[in-house]
């Protein structure tokens, strides 16, 4: 479990929220889970524009803050290895009900989190399993990280969940969409392919990174369709989040995915980004 350093609610150092707040209420809210190394965040630029998209998807108001200045406060008491988690609600109501309407400011939220390195036996590849859970559709939602992720949750109760590093979601269609808690990638003569989030799903900053930094390396990027099959036939498959960069996958369910070195040759290039 993450040891937590510190928490603040509004600038504020403290861990209540208010009972009317509408992210306890109703999940209307968007959230980052950001890495921070060496006292930075990475790709912070990455992480507040997918906040921003999301803020204005869902009509939540311009903070009335600088939101960088408060990352930087609670910065200062980070090892060199954390996880700073930030929560933006809509806020609290004047009255009650759906309708977003008589709400003041929104409000922030910011945990830092201790984040031990990731065991060297990542680089031999995880194994993965098929959720039995489907997604939803819904476009207005998909892409953005909203507070809404019952989903992942009820996926990642499933038997068999915790006896693998993540387990795939499908959508209604059985294509790949993502796992719970990472976008998925294939790689197919020589081509990486992912699941285009614009009907479900969460288009994860890592996702972005690899996309911008395979256009840079000449790799062909594709966002397009994933079948489950094609993902069991893959020449090579691996997984994203900005928690664990780039890891490769041995395994999903009962088939095997060959190992061969873009996955590693791709986590090494962005371990090594000065961002």
Known sequence: MNEALGSWIDGVEGSSLPVDDRGLQYGDGLFETMLVRGGRVRFLDDHL????????????????VDLRAE???????????????????????ARRGYAPRGVVTPRRVLTLLAAPPLPPTWRSGVDLRVASLRLSTQPLLAGIKHLNRLENVLAAGEPGHDAVFDSVLLDTQANVIAGTMTNVFIVKGGRVATARPDRCGVAGVMRGVVLRECAKLGIPCDQCEVSLAQLH?????????????????????????????????????IEALDA
């Open 71 to 93: 990352i930087g406060a609670a910065l200062a008491r980070a090892p060199q290895l954390a996880i700073l988690k930030l929560i933006v609600t809509r806020g609290s109501a």
């Open 233 to 269: 036939a893959a020449d090579e498959a691996f997984i994203t989040n900005a928690r664990i960069g780039v890891v490769p996958v041995r395994r999903v369910g009962e088939h095997s995915i060959p190992m061969n070195e873009l996955a590693l040759r791709l986590a090494d290039h």
């Open 49 to 64: 524009a997918r906040l921003d998209l999301g803020r204005g998807r869902l009509g939540i108001p311009l903070l009335p």
